[in-house]
């Protein structure tokens, strides 16, 4: 049984930051990719950053890039997503999955395990 618990959204303003953690459980790092979504009012959820397990390689959606950082703490079996330069347009409910295979990449139907989401505010 896979388990993805999400933490740390809140409400902040506009140029300020948020680190997000996943907590993750059930070998769920055997699997090969990791990932967070997002999903805005109103919109589709998209992915926003990828974290390829077995060669800690990453992709960024363009919308998040130089702005947005995944990362991996195997030991403590936590993925992070360090978002700084937050702007209104991110606000959005951000969910951490997780997929076996490959690519590391792909919309949220192309992933098995959810966590529940954290809402991440970003205010003008």
């Known amino acids: 049984q896979v388990t993805l618990v999400e933490s740390g959204g809140e409400s902040v303003q506009a140029g300020g930051s948020l680190r997000l953690s996943c907590s993750a459980s059930?070998?769920?790092?055997?699997?090969?990719?990791m990932a967070w979504f997002r999903q805005g009012p109103g919109k589709e959820r998209e992915g926003v950053a990828f974290f390829y397990i077995p060669n800690s390689g990453t992709l960024y959606d363009e919308s998040v890039k130089g702005r947005f950082t995944i990362s991996q703490d195997n030991d403590k079996n936590m993925l992070y997503l360090q978002m700084n330069s937050l702007k209104p347009e991110d606000t959005a409910m951000y969910y951490c999955?997780?997929?076996?295979?490959?690519?590391?990449?792909?919309?949220?139907?192309?992933?098995?395990?959810w966590g529940q989401g954290t809402q991440v505010t970003v205010s003008s």
């Open positions: 059930g070998y769920v790092f055997n699997r090969n990719c």
């Open positions: 999955a997780a997929r076996e295979g490959v690519p590391c990449m792909g919309s949220s139907q192309d992933f098995t395990y």
